[in-house]
């Protein structure tokens, strides 16, 4: 398929939209490079960077930043902890999340050659519009399997074996964000963000921005630190009230906490 046909334009023309620019790294990419440096570059770019940051923070400790701080310093994580578990832990959990996203690609490209049952490559890129659909639909979605994967990881049938690693950190820090048995990495994790974003088909970019989006916003909620609250009433104290309490805010964007009640802002008052 010709680059004109695709975006609409004439190549010859010396207006190089970005439109373009996609439709032509998509003809000379093979679409499994493009998925898999794509993924990796968001995850690095909003994730890993940021919690590196909150990290430097967390191991030097500056009175001026612990001031910042949710819990008070005597329940913060020793640096050995930070540093080591939570870091191999995480490195461990980014290393599984590739491994099954480049397994999927030798699935789909390789073994099946049917590319159409993997995330969509498309040559053009999604309008406003359809861009912000898809990225509402996938954020819903993932609520939605989020919430309930994370209520049965509480039940104690399955808190012990899965979960609790996870609650390690009652003091999360940004390292510890997928910090996580690989069970509990795959099912809330992963599947929440690669069930919908296969389900509506949505465009790989779409695709990149909310792993972009969810990655920042976990490194935030872990941080441990008090930043902002959003127009919605989202702030890093909700989740660090679930590592804390361990039975509120097991959702991530409050919806489903609001439709069950489980939702809490503030540390109840001791009667
Ligand atoms: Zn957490
Ligand atoms: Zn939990």
């Known amino acids: 398929m010709a680059v004109a046909n695709c975006s609409g334009q004439n190549m010859n023309s010396q207006h190089f939209d970005l439109d373009t620019s996609w439709s032509m790294l998509v003809q000379h990419h093979p679409t499994p490079v493009i998925e898999i440096g794509g993924m990796l570059g968001t995850q690095l ?3 890993w960077l940021p919690a590196a940051c909150f990290t430097i923070c967390d191991l030097l400790a500056w009175p001026t930043l612990q001031r910042y701080k949710i819990q008070p310093a005597n329940k913060q994580p020793d640096p050995t902890s930070i540093a080591r578990d939570a870091f191999l832990g995480s490195l461990s959990n980014q290393l599984l999340t590739t491994t099954l996203h480049a397994l999927q690609l030798l699935l789909f ?3 099946l050659r049917r590319p159409e049952l993997g995330y969509s490559v498309a040559p053009s890129l999604p309008s406003l519009g359809v861009f912000a659909r898809d990225f509402v639909l996938c954020m819903v979605a993932r609520e939605v399997i989020y919430y309930y994967a994370h209520r049965v990881l509480h039940h104690p049938l399955f808190y012990t074996r899965f979960h609790r690693q996870h609650h390690r950190f009652r003091t999360p820090v ?3 964000t997928l910090y996580a048995h690989p069970v509990e990495h795959i099912v809330t994790n992963i599947l929440p963000i690669a069930w919908p ?3 509506f088909n949505v465009h790989i970019v779409t695709l990149w ?3 972009g989006a969810v990655g920042l916003k976990a490194a935030l909620a872990h941080s441990g630190y008090r930043l902002w609250e959003t127009p919605d009433g989202w702030k ?6 679930h590592h804390e309490l361990m039975t509120v805010n097991y959702g991530l ?3 489903m906490d609001r439709v069950h009640g489980t939702r809490a802002t503030e ?3 001791k009667k």
Request: overall charge positive; aromatic content about 8%; proline content about 7%.
């Open 267 to 269: 540390k109840p008052k």
């Open 45 to 47: 770019l909003t994730f």
């Open 109 to 111: 490209h390789v073994i």
């Open 209 to 211: 921005a909310f792993v």
């Open 197 to 199: 974003a296969r389900l």
């Open 174 to 176: 940004a390292m510890a």
């Open 236 to 241: 890093p104290e909700v989740h660090d009230l």
């Open 253 to 255: 964007i409050g919806l």
